[in-house]
């Protein structure tokens, strides 16, 4: 063998090596069944936040057709059967295509007392030449899984804006609505009355990617404004009031990247802040008096110093859960979603490992494609060496009445099913 050779021979021995390397997975694993989410109602491997389970165990995702329309799907996880039970382009007789049409459902999906599931249509992103006043406004709608009924609710009265969020409070007959403009930069707050079909905004400019943190009695709505303060609405006395977050005496909560994730206590008292990039979790007291809200960091969640988390979300265990994506200590190029708890009782968190799709031979077949894993369009996932495949990002957490852990991930769309973890060894 040449001196040539056995340099080629040590190059593609440390070639293999690093694939190898790259295949293993984390001693700590979170093992999931993944549902590949019905061909036809996306067109990009893409959705965002539009993922709930609902009182009955059924889960529901709102996809994105891009440039053409937006669907509601339902899931039965316990057959693995999906169809098809909001057609915006239907219910609200549309045809616009490219930027004007309605390509996706972007809002949480929010399920009132009465069981019916609010939620929202925005806009999808402009072709060269476009103008993105093409867009006339995102759509408000409903759907009642108990009747199979779904409701136009009407389209919202900005140009340009989609709708990014709701909560509704069905006592008062009040839908609270954030919206988003995207590249234009504006972010929207208004009420809609669903009894006298009117729309009334409530003042502040918000921050990027906002949602309206309504209490469980519907009394008050919080959301953050564009300065990084906490707008407060009461719509009994119909009263707005706008106060910063002191972190300590005399810090005050500023936003560093645009984007924190935000999860409201389930009696309402405290507001949770997950700054996108930090693995940090801000407790922020909504029943305090004086000029500001008192605000304090209570926990980190990773040892890393940088992260992506998405859409946390509280569990029926008064667990606040997340899922984060993260490269491991001393790995620059490996990263793995986590599922990770904030306990509010005894201020500690646990990171439950890093999630592996287990059933990957049976999402191969739903995808009906030979594309290896971790090429375009599947992009979002890698096969590790023992045939388990790693997911790289996702857009939201939901956790069933009985703590069954629902993750949506991307490319391929898939929505993952992680056991209780109560019944992890």
């Known amino acids: 063998m040449t001196r040539w050779h056995m340099a ?9 090596r690093g694939r190898a390397a790259d295949e293993e997975a984390p001693a700590n694993r979170l093992p999931a069944t993944a549902f590949r989410i019905l061909e036809g109602t996306h067109n990009r491997e893409s959705a965002y936040a539009s993922l709930a389970v609902a009182r009955s165990g059924r889960v529901y995702v709102g996809p994105a057709v891009y440039g053409t329309n937006a669907y509601l799907v339902e899931l039965d996880p316990a057959s693995g059967a999906q169809r098809i039970v909001v057609d915006t382009r239907k219910l609200c007789g549309l045809e616009a295509t490219g930027f004007a049409a309605q390509s996706k459902i972007h809002t ?13 249509s925005k806009q999808g992103y402009p072709r060269k030449g476009e103008s993105r006043y093409t867009y006339r406004g995102g759509f408000l709608m409903s759907y009642d ?5 779904a409701v136009n609710l009407g389209r919202i009265p900005f140009r340009g804006h989609g709708v990014y969020d709701v909560a509704v409070d069905e006592r008062r007959q009040l839908m609270h609505v954030t919206t988003c403009a995207d590249e234009l930069g504006d972010y929207f707050w208004f009420t809609f009355d669903l009894a006298r079909n009117h729309f009334e905004g409530l003042g502040p400019r918000l921050l990027t990617n906002t949602h309206p943190l309504m209490a469980p009695d519907g009394s008050r709505v919080h959301v953050l404004t564009r300065e990084g303060h906490l707008a407060c609405y009461r719509p009994d006395t119909d009263e707005l009031t706008v106060r910063p977050m002191l972190l300590g005496t005399n810090s005050v909560f500023a936003p560093t990247n645009g984007i924190v994730q935000c999860a409201l206590a389930p009696d309402g008292a405290t507001a949770y802040l997950l700054p996108n990039n930090r ?4 407790a922020v007291n909504l029943d305090a008096d004086g000029e500001g809200y008192p605000a304090r960091r209570v926990a980190r969640y990773a040892s890393v110093d940088a992260c992506t988390t998405m859409d946390p979300s509280f569990g029926p265990d008064g667990r606040l859960y997340a899922v984060s994506n993260w490269r491991e200590p001393g790995d620059k190029r490996r990263a793995f979603l986590h599922v990770v708890t904030y306990d509010p009782s005894t201020e500690t968190t646990v990171d439950h490992g890093a999630i592996t799709i287990t059933n990957a031979a049976a999402l191969r077949s739903a995808l009906r494609s030979e594309t290896p894993f971790g090429k375009a369009p599947f992009t979002g996932v890698r096969e590790l060496a023992d045939g388990t495949l790693a997911p790289r990002s996702a857009q939201g957490i939901a956790i069933s009445a009985d703590g069954t852990i629902y993750v949506m991930t991307l490319s391929p769309l898939c929505v993952l099913r992680i056991s209780p973890l109560h019944d992890m060894p």
């Open 8 to 16: 080629l021979a040590a190059l593609l021995l440390l070639q293999t």
């Open 279 to 282: 693995p940090e979790i801000i």
């Open 145 to 149: 899984p108990a009747s199979d009924r």
């Open 108 to 120: 949480r999906i929010f399920e009132a007392p009465s069981g019916v599931l609010y939620f929202g």
